[in-house]
């Protein structure tokens, strides 16, 4: 029964991306580390249980921050045509947006502390509905530029965005 | 009515100065009695605070009549407002989506309402929406007939109160319908109206199927102890009070139990038929020539709605599970400009109270003006994997919960009764599953995607494909073992995008296929069923040759990417 299927999208985010998403999670599991660090020298009671619940922790961390980042390289994608922006993103629960470039109302770009120390950029497509802003992060800033102004170019082309 | 041309400035009427502070008085009022009741004598400064407050707020509120200026230009809508940090709100005029009309009590003793303006955008955010608080009630019809009709002579726009315009109506017409390419050209026969639907006083008896009252009584709990609390009043000192609470305590506990949950639920069906009747007396519901869709209502709280029908995408027919079990159900507009939510009565997108299921599905047939399969026909059902995943996700979390509990109880000192209750749980989450199931449904029927889904609310939304901005596909990981999707179509109206849920992928992507010729094409692969597992991810990335793509998937191929 099943005959079509979604092909993924045509490009991959930048490589750089990965060290971003391992940087972004390390730091999030280093607040947490440090916290739990703090803990254990500060008093002395029941310090094997402590041990180990930060020995989990530097576990669970170290493969978040190894695995997660490939995974998310592996899955996250983008195309663009003259018709449509289409985007791959997700791990547990993939997600795949298509939104007409004729319905595009905002194409926002934005970077982030971490993204700015990768020189990575973001960009945001938004249309009329709430539901569907189409989000691609992990570009270089340059890809990111140039798919802004040709999405702006292209949704300037057309009008209506069915409000 | 008012017919103004020009671009002056005009100002909310001046009557709303006397009608701001008692609105704050009447807010304030806990306070204020907790003042008088308690006096300066317990010591705290709380009320006196209050009382200060309430002094500010009456102050800032009659500034806003000196600082709140209106006007119409034949391009735009603009409120100016603010005192110290101005403000000029404009909306263009194509932009305006509704037109809400409200008048509370006190509004209509004076003559006022108050006209809120609702535009595709800004309502979303919350922000930036035009409101006029408030306006003599014949200006604010005739505004909303100036905004909403683009001939500038509107007769019998209904002011606060249904004025029997065209009651006589010779049957119901669906003419001039939904479709966008109809409702434009409208006969120039200034303002035709015509009825399509009108409360009948035996729908009351769907009013205490409703539970609005829960928030009433809830309401009122609240104001009780707010005044408890400020002034200063134990409560069990009161002779009635006290005399019920011993005759309460003088009952076992299951007895307690027992007249506890009575009397609420007396209380609630009380509170909820009152509510019906102050929220939907004079309702009515009626098309105008010149493309719009008009809901008068309200008993003492009078609300005028007035909803472009081009703008409307479609309905939404929704049965929570109490009225489900009396044959009666709601209807909700999927229009741009109005949101949902709220309880679905307070906001304006309500076309139909709580009805005879039947009388719901005929008045939704004739504001889409088509086929009545689209709101009544037969649903595609999404097959045993989707009625399986019901299963598994209800069952799951319960005895999920059985079993933590039963640990619990083995190693700590849990009280049985919360695995026992989980047990008892179990044959109510299956039959819950089941009725999921039973309602999951979708179809494609003339031009429009309908989709079904819920149990507690069923919900059956009709949407037109016009108003269909994107899709979007989601896969969790177990959807994907069972070979499922969740397919979400965006849209700039109602919810902002409505699900079909667990349906199988290659049905999903022929609705959206169907919904957005061509926008698909590009995307997909098609047709090798032989060498693909069904549950082949499409997003798996290591695909080493897709045919179709050219190109192929590989990231450096393409001149965009630099990295």
Not at chain 1, 16 to 36: D, E, K, P, S
Not at chain 2, 56 to 64: H, K, N, P
Not at chain 2, 342 to 357: C, F, N
Not at chain 2, 406 to 424: F, H, I, N, R, Y
Request: include cysteine; charged fraction near 20%; hydrophobic fraction near 45%.
């Amino acid at each position: 029964m099943e005959t079509t299927t979604l092909r993924p999208p045509q490009h991959r985010v930048s490589r750089t991306a990965r060290w971003y998403w391992a940087a972004r999670a390390a730091f999030g599991w280093l607040v947490l580390i440090a916290v739990q660090v703090i803990w254990l020298v500060a008093d002395g009671d029941d310090v094997g249980l402590r041990l180990a619940a930060l020995v989990a922790t530097v576990i669970v961390a170290v493969t978040h921050v190894t695995v997660m980042p490939l995974w998310r390289y592996n899955v996250h994608r983008w195309e663009t045509t003259p018709e449509a922006v289409y985007t791959q993103s997700g791990w547990f629960k993939q997600e795949w947006r298509i939104a007409p470039v004729s319905r595009i109302q905002t194409v926002d770009s934005a970077r982030g502390p971490f993204e700015q120390l990768f020189r990575l950029a973001n960009v945001t497509v938004t249309t009329a509905s709430a539901a569907g802003p189409v989000r691609i992060s992990g570009l270089d800033r340059e890809t990111a530029q140039r798919l802004v102004d040709e999405l702006t170019a292209n949704a300037q082309a057309t009008a209506g965005d069915a409000t | 009515m008012t017919s103004t041309t020009g671009a002056e400035w005009r100002r909310l009427s001046p009557r709303m100065l006397v009608v701001h502070p008692i609105q704050e008085v009447v807010r304030l009022a806990p306070a204020l009695i907790g003042l008088l009741v308690a006096g300066s004598s317990s010591g705290g400064h709380g009320p006196l605070w209050s009382l200060a407050g309430l002094v500010v707020a009456v102050l800032f509120g009659t500034l806003r009549w000196f600082t709140t200026t209106y006007r119409i230009t034949p391009e735009h809508v603009q409120v100016r407002k603010g005192l110290v940090h101005r403000k000029v709100l404009t909306v263009p005029r194509d932009r305006v989506r509704t037109v809400d009309v409200t008048a509370n009590i006190l509004h209509r003793v004076l003559g006022l309402a108050r006209v809120e303006v609702g535009t595709g955008r800004s309502d979303r955010k919350g922000g930036g929406e035009l409101k006029l608080d408030a306006l003599g009630a014949r200006e604010a019809a005739g505004l909303r007939g100036e905004l909403l009709h683009r001939e500038s002579r509107t007769a019998g726009a209904p002011g606060e109160t249904a004025m029997g315009t065209a009651m006589d109506t010779a049957g119901y017409t669906p003419e001039s319908a939904g479709t966008p390419a109809a409702a434009v050209p409208a006969p120039r026969q200034a303002g035709v109206e015509t009825e399509l639907a009108a409360l009948r006083p035996e729908w009351i008896r769907f009013g205490p199927f409703t539970l609005s009252g829960l928030i009433t009584v809830g309401i009122i709990a609240g104001f009780v102890s707010r005044l408890a609390s400020e002034g200063n009043v134990n409560l069990g000192q009161i002779a009635p009070v006290k005399s019920t609470l011993g005759w309460f305590g003088s009952l076992s506990l299951p007895l307690e139990i027992a007249a506890g949950v009575l009397i609420l639920a007396v209380f609630v069906m009380i509170a909820s038929t009152l509510g019906y009747i102050l929220a939907f007396w004079g309702f009515r519901l009626t098309r105008h020539s010149s493309g719009t869709l008009h809901v008068n209502r309200g008993l003492i709280t009078t609300r005028a709605t007035t909803i472009e029908e081009r703008r409307l995408r479609g309905l939404e027919v929704s049965e929570p599970l109490l009225l489900r079990a009396v044959r009666g159900a709601r209807l909700i507009a999927v229009t741009t400009g109005l949101r949902v939510g709220q309880g679905a009565q307070r906001g304006g997108s309500m076309l139909l109270p709580p009805a005879p299921l039947r009388e719901a599905q005929s008045v939704a047939t004739r504001v889409l003006g088509g086929d009545a399969a689209t709101v009544s026909g037969p649903l595609v059902q999404h097959g045993p994997a989707a009625a399986r995943r019901r299963f598994t996700r209800s069952l799951g979390v319960v005895v999920a919960w059985i079993v933590v509990c039963l640990v619990l109880w083995e190693w700590s000192d849990l009280p049985a009764w919360t695995w026992v209750a989980g047990l008892a749980l179990l044959p109510v989450t299956a039959l819950i599953a089941a009725d999921r199931y039973r309602n999951l449904g979708h179809a494609l029927v003339a031009g429009h995607l309908v989709t079904r889904w819920g149990s507690l609310v069923r919900r059956r939304v009709v949407l037109e494909y016009d108003g269909i901005i994107g899709w979007n596909v989601e896969r969790s990981f177990f959807q994907r073992r069972a070979g499922l999707v969740t397919l979400t179509a965006t849209t700039a109206a109602g919810r902002q995008g409505y699900r079909v849920q667990d349906v199988g992928l290659g049905e999903a992507l022929r609705l959206a296929s169907a919904g957005s010729p061509g926008l698909l094409d590009p995307f997909l692969s098609g047709g090798r069923p032989s060498s693909r597992h069904e549950t082949q991810v499409p997003g798996e990335p290591r695909v080493p040759g897709e045919p179709r793509v050219p190109g192929g998937p590989s990231d450096i191929a393409h001149p965009l990417i630099s990295g």
